[in-house]
């Protein structure tokens, strides 16, 4: 007898149907599966036999092939067996011959046992799976909750194949997941707040201001000033979390495996803070079954690099491209894979290797020229690519001591950051360029987009000459200079907007002159 049922599978982060087709003759035992390379179908078949076993159903004695279609594209991981095990269980009757498999999508790893083990990737299958037609997706328990959060298919929790066969069979039906809307509810709730962080008012200006440009920032200070800590409430300044962007960041997460259990969707942007003994892959992502790297897991939040000077210059370096491309396409045999990587960079050094260099009243350790070469571990491509630097002084006795009045909520900043990102994406739009933010603007939409007014132009000259500034250090300040104005509800930018943009960047000079 010939069956067929259907699964997803997964290439990079997209999902595509698969085909599972078995035939049954009554002929000498055997089983024999095509479509998947070799050692995987050793693998799937000795589990698919002993969970049909455990799951008190006999392997049916008769010639089994089971051939999984398309054959030309790479099939990888044990997301099929459950629907291999159906298939079979289809043509032999154990489900009924008349109960059609036709718009439903099997995914999931068997156990031995016969229980459906979780896999990476679901909300990317399933997505695939709705896009396809399909109208009923059965995943495993574990992961059922991540394939709820696409609306049009019904998602069950299949926690064995006993059990999936008496639901097939309409014998004991399963309930649908229900969709949770985790999404809306949890929406943006971030529990890191602004709020906590006590003054360095000059700081979180220039995070405000690096969050409404989506600008890189490298932020520089003694230790304990509250650089990490400003960094890591990045993610709740920037605007809110789209459910298209949050699609895109929750398929990444899913094919990582990096998805908190029990989320369907990913609700706020995500904070990478990898360490500096990471390795190049592990930050662009790759492997023979590319994985998505740091740079990726970060797609629409913040990457932290914290001591930046410690990551070699082989990290450094991989970062350039996926800066600028915002997505990573890593090649192998059997094609290419692209992982979307939009992030906004931060990164975090102390001044010198003991930490006080250029501190008012504690005492600096380093030689002189250790400051210099310390420093100049940060490439100049890299200083390069970070528009805003700041320094964040060691806090006042009554800075720490009292309750910062002024201080505001994160919820307050981010809603100006939503007001300027607006205001330039009104700007961009009209003129059919494909630019999110300021920091995108390349010299054409600087020559558009940035010009200053007089007195401006005047300041800028100035500062051209008395600061050495080179062509692109002069872009730079003039797309900050842009964002602060968009803060600002200016269409014109104005000299007191330069003036503020030329500080964000005076310690290039005081540091790297
Ligand atoms: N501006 C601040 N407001 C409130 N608390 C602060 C501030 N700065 C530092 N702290 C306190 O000090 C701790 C350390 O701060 P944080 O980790 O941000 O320092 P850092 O600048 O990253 O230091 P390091 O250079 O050692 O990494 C925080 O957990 C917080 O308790
Ligand atoms: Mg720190």
């Known amino acids: 007898m010939l069956s067929a049922a259907y699964s997803a599978g997964l290439y990079g982060i ?4 698969v085909v599972v087709e078995c035939n049954q003759k009554n002929s000498l035992e055997g089983f024999e599966l095509v479509g998947l390379p070799d050692l995987a179908v050793r693998e799937a078949k000795e589990r698919v036999r002993t969970a049909c076993y455990n799951s008190g159903y006999p392997f049916p004695f008769s010639r089994i092939t089971v051939n999984l279609a398309p054959a030309d594209r790479k099939k990888e991981g044990s ?3 459950a629907a291999i095990l159906t298939a079979i269980f289809h043509s032999s009757g154990v489900i009924r011959r008349d109960v059609s498999l036709q718009g439903r999508c099997i995914v999931g790893e068997l156990s031995l046992s016969g229980d459906l083990r979780g896999v990476r990737g679901i909300l990317c299958m399933c997505v695939a799976a709705k896009e396809n037609g399909f109208t009923e997706f059965y995943a495993p328990v574990e992961n059922a909750v991540e394939a709820a959060a696409v609306e049009g298919i019904r998602v069950y929790a299949v926690p064995n194949m006993r059990a999936l066969v008496m639901h097939l069979n309409g014998e004991a039906p399963l309930e649908p997941v229900r969709n949770e809307k985790t999404f809306l509810e949890g929406n943006n709730a971030y529990t890191e707040d602004f709020i906590d962080v006590r003054g360095q008012t000059m700081a979180k200006r ?3 201001i690096a969050a409404a440009g989506g600008h890189n920032i490298l932020l520089i200070g003694p230790p304990g000033t509250g650089k990490s800590m400003l960094a890591k409430r990045l993610p709740s300044i920037l605007p809110p979390l789209t459910f298209s962007e949050a699609i895109e960041t929750t398929k990444i997460h899913s094919v990582a495996g990096t998805l ?3 989320t369907s969707l990913l609700s706020v942007r995500p904070f990478r803070a990898p360490h500096h003994t990471m390795s190049p892959v592990s930050l662009v992502g790759g492997g023979v079954n590319p994985l998505p790297g740091e740079v990726s897991l970060a797609d629409n939040g913040v990457l932290f690099l914290d001591e930046l000077p410690e990551f070699p210059k082989q990290v450094t370096d991989a970062l350039r491209q996926p800066l600028e491309d915002r997505r990573v396409t890593i090649t192998r045999a059997n094609g290419r894979v692209t992982f979307p990587c939009s992030f906004m960079l931060v990164g975090a050094m102390n001044p010198c290797r003991c930490g006080y260099f250029g501190h008012p009243t504690h005492p600096c350790t380093c030689k ?3 400051v210099k070469r310390y420093i100049s571990r940060i490439s100049g491509p890299m200083l390069d690519r970070m528009d805003i630097q700041i320094e964040l002084p060691s806090l006042r006795y009554e800075e720490i ?3 910062d009045e002024h201080a505001e909520p994160s919820a307050v900043i981010r809603e100006r950051v939503t007001r300027a990102r607006e205001f330039a994406r009104r700007r961009m739009e ?3 360029r494909a630019v999110y933010c300021n920091a995108q603007l390349d010299a054409a939409g600087i020559h558009a987009f940035c010009t200053p007014d007089a007195e401006a132009s005047a300041l800028l000259a100035a500062a051209y000459d008395r600061m050495g500034l080179s062509a692109r250090g002069y872009d730079r300040i003039l797309r900050v200079a842009r964002t602060i104005a968009d803060l600002d509800g200016s ?5 007191p907007h330069v003036a503020e943009a030329i500080q964000l960047r005076s310690l290039d000079r005081k540091y790297w002159g």
Request: charged residues 25%.
């Open 206 to 208: 220039a995070m405000e």
């Open 401 to 403: 001591s009292s309750r």
């Open 260 to 262: 908190p259990a029990g």
């Open 14 to 17: 997209e999902g595509f149907p």
């Open 79 to 81: 997301a099929f067996d």
């Open 430 to 432: 009209g003129s059919g």
């Open 368 to 370: 002189a020229g250790d």
């Open 491 to 495: 269409e014109q930018i104005r000299a």
